[in-house]
Every structure is written in C-alpha cells, then in structure tokens.
C-alpha cells in the first residue's frame, strides 16, 4: 500500500467527503480489482480519493488511460502514471518539453538508455535540471568531455566532470576555457600525478595552481601509503 494512504494530512485535501476508513476500504478493492476497463475508469476519475486513484493508477496497464494523466498538467498523479509508461518516445517528449521540473526529470530517467540521454542533454528545450540528472547517468568519455569543454554553462561542466574519470580528459580540461569551478572539480580527480606536475609547471591561474599542487600531495601520500602497506 503506497505511504500517502496513512498521511493524515492529506485528509482535509483529498478525503473531502469521505472517511479514511471508507477510503481505505475502496482501495482494499481495489487490490483485488482485475478489470482494466473498471480501473481505468476509477484511476482517470479526479474526483476519486487521492489513495484510491493511485492505488487504481499502481494497478493499471492500460497505456492510453496512462498516458492521458502524465500528459494532463493539471492532474496531481502524473507522477505515478509516468512510471507505467511504455512508450519510449512519449517519456522523452516529456523529459524534453515538460513544464513541470520534477516530471520531465522523472521521465528522462525512466528512458535509461545512455543514447537517449545525450540527446536530451543536447536537446534545446531540455530544463537545466533534466541535463544535469541525466548527465549524471552518462559513463561515455568522450561526449562527458565534449559537455564540459563546449556546454559554456557551468552546472553543465560540473555535472559532466562528476563522471570523468580519464585523466587525459581531466588534464585537458586544466587547460582549457573551462570555468574555474570545472576546473577545480576536474584537478580533485586526476590520479596521475607526473603528467599533474607537468601542467602545473603550465598553469597561470594561482588558485588553481594552487589546488593541483594540494593535489600532488594528496596523490603522493596515496602512494607512499600503498608502498608502507605492501612493506608491511
């Protein structure tokens, strides 16, 4: 049973003519409803009990009925309608175009195929939000690095370098026309310290000289505890 039928609080909301005993009695129906016509009648009803169209909603298989509560912006179950979706295009017009933040960042994520992220990332109409949680989800090298070193947006950089992990693409954004904050989240990542010291000896900015020299140490020290250990 979903966690909103024991919230009291919603009673004065979403319980306005009904008890929440009586509420919860239709929703132990519908528990045992099998009909999909009948919950798709009860799952598309707003005048339905909150509890009882998201139980309806939970249950229901008929993607038509789905899809008209996650595309209606009006309508406070979109959220739970949008997990049922099955339709690939549709969860990514919605990650894409939506209004509501939460459900076209839900949408994109329900796509979970790497393709499909970077197109939403690159995608113009994409909120700033849906990039950032999707990049977070792409393991690809080479586009994370082609983000941060084009994106010209900072959030975008960031988000990009979180899953950097090629050094290479890490020093070059050291050097490139980052902002300073990429570059300092790229200096913290970088795990190969001789090529770490080379551009150091090139770097004009001193906060961020100043960081990857923090970061040499740091790397040293690793070292110097892995050679202690393997001693021992």
């Not at 609080?9 to 009695?25: D, G, H, I, R, Y």
């Not at 309806?56 to 009925?65: G, T």
């Not at 393991?139 to 979180?162: H, M």
Request: glycine residues 2%; charged residues 30%.
């Amino acid at each position: 049973m979903h966690s909103v039928y024991s919230d009291k609080s919603l009673s004065e909301t979403t319980v306005p003519a009904e008890s929440w005993a009586q509420v919860a009695a239709k929703v132990g129906t519908i528990e045992e409803l099998a009909d999909q016509d009948r919950l798709g009648s009860i799952a598309a009803d707003k005048r339905e009990p909150l509890p009882v169209r998201i139980e309806a909603i939970s249950r229901l298989d008929d993607q038509q009925v789905l899809t008209r509560i996650a595309k209606d912006p009006r309508d406070c179950c979109r959220s739970v309608a949008l997990e049922r979706i099955e339709d690939k295009e549709l969860l990514f017009q919605l990650a894409v175009a939506d209004d509501d933040e939460e459900i076209a960042t839900s949408a994109a994520l329900l796509l979970a195929e790497e393709n499909l992220y970077k197109k939403i990332v690159e995608s113009e109409t994409a909120r700033l939000e849906t990039r950032q949680a999707v990049l977070k989800k792409i393991t690809d090298q080479d586009f994370l690095l082609k983000v941060a070193l084009l994106s010209g947006f900072e959030p975008l950089e960031l988000a990009a370098i979180e899953n950097l992990t090629d050094d290479m693409a890490l020093l070059h954004i050291l050097e490139s026309r980052v902002s300073l904050a990429a570059k300092q989240a790229a200096v913290y990542k970088v795990t190969d310290i001789e090529r770490l010291i080379l551009v150091k000896n090139r770097l004009q900015d001193g906060a961020l000289k100043m960081s990857v020299v923090v970061r040499i140490k740091q790397l040293k020290a690793q070292r110097d505890q892995v050679k202690s250990a393997l001693k021992g």
